[in-house]
T-cell receptor, first 116, second 114 residues
Framework: KAGVTQTPRYLIKTRGQQVTLSCSPISGHRSVSWYQQTPGQGLQFLFEYFSETQRNKGNFPGRFSGRQFSNSRSEMNVSTLELGDSALYLC???????????????FGPGTRLTVL | AQSVTQPDIHITVSEGASLELRCNYSYGATPYLFWYVQSPGQGLQLLLKYFSGDTLVQGIKGFEAEFKRSQSSFNLRKPSVHWSDAAEYFCAVGARGGGNKLTFGTGTQLKVEL
C-alpha cells in the first residue's frame, strides 16, 4: 500500500495570506489527524477527522481549520498567516481498527511551511 | 490532561553501545504509549506501541520498551546501537477513549559516534 502523502512538500507564503495543505491517507484509513511541529513548541495536535467529522481539536486559534472528504482525503487551511505559523505540518492516518483510541497512526513526510 | 516528559534533549552513544531513552508520562489511567523516530526531513515512523498485556514490548529495528506503571515510565532500549539509528526519538501518549489524539514529548536527539 502507498503511504500517507502530503502536498505540497514545501510552501512559502507571506504574512496575511492563507494556505491550504492536502493529505491523502493510506487506502482504507478513515481517520486523519494533523500536527504542527516547531522547534519551540515541538509536536502539537491540531485536529482529527473521522468519516468527514471533526472528532478532536487541539488548542489552536480559529485561523486553523480543516475538513475531510468522502474519500477520506483531508485538507487543512490556515488563514491570515503569521510568522509563528512557520512549521512542519504533519498528517497521520489510522485504520480505525479498534475503538478509535490509540490506533496506530502512520505519518506522512509533512509540508514545510515558511511564512515571510 | 495527559503529558509526556523526555528528560534528555541530546544523547551521544558510541556505535555498538547500548541505549536507553527515558520517557515519563502523566495520565490518570492506563494510557496508550508509543515511540516514534524521525530522521531529518522525514515524517515520523512508529517503532513500537503499548496498549495492554505484556509490559515489555518489542518493536522494529531491534528496539524494545518496558511499561512500568509504578514509575509512569516507558523507556526505550536497544542493546547495540548502529550509526543509522542517529535520529530524533519521540515518546507519545494517547488517551483511551480519546480518539487518535497523541500528546508528544519534546524529543531526544540521538547522535552515534563511530
Amino acid at each position: 500500500k502507498a503511504g500517507v502523502t502530503q502536498t505540497p512538500r514545501y510552501l512559502i507564503k507571506t504574512r496575511g495570506q492563507q494556505v491550504t495543505l492536502s493529505c491523502s491517507p493510506i487506502s482504507g484509513h478513515r481517520s486523519v489527524s494533523w500536527y504542527q511541529q516547531t522547534p519551540g513548541q515541538g509536536l502539537q495536535f491540531l485536529f482529527e477527522y473521522f468519516s468527514e467529522t471533526q472528532r478532536n481539536k487541539g488548542n489552536f486559534p480559529g485561523r486553523f481549520s480543516g475538513r475531510q472528504f468522502s474519500n477520506s482525503r483531508s485538507e487543512m487551511n490556515v488563514s491570515t498567516l503569521e510568522l509563528g505559523d512557520s512549521a512542519l505540518y504533519l498528517c497521520a492516518s489510522s485504520s480505525q481498527e479498534g475503538q478509535g483510541s490509540g490506533d496506530t497512526q502512520y505519518f506522512g513526510p509533512g509540508t514545510r511551511l515558511t511564512v515571510l | 490532561a495527559q503529558s509526556v516528559t523526555q528528560p534528555d534533549i541530546h544523547i551521544t552513544v558510541s556505535e555498538g553501545a547500548s541505549l536507553e531513552l527515558r520517557c515519563n508520562y502523566s495520565y490518570g489511567a492506563t494510557p496508550y504509549l508509543f515511540w516514534y523516530v524521525q530522521s531529518p526531513g522525514q515524517g515520523l515512523q512508529l517503532l513500537l506501541k503499548y496498549f495492554s498485556g505484556d509490559t515489555l514490548v518489542q518493536g522494529i529495528k531491534g528496539f524494545e520498551a518496558e511499561f512500568k506503571r509504578s514509575q509512569s515510565s516507558f523507556n526505550l532500549r536497544k542493546p547495540s546501537v548502529h550509526w543509522s539509528d542517529a535520529a530524533e526519538y519521540f515518546c507519545a501518549v494517547g488517551a483511551r477513549g480519546g480518539g487518535n489524539k497523541l500528546t508528544f514529548g519534546t524529543g531526544t536527539q540521538l547522535k552515534v559516534e563511530l
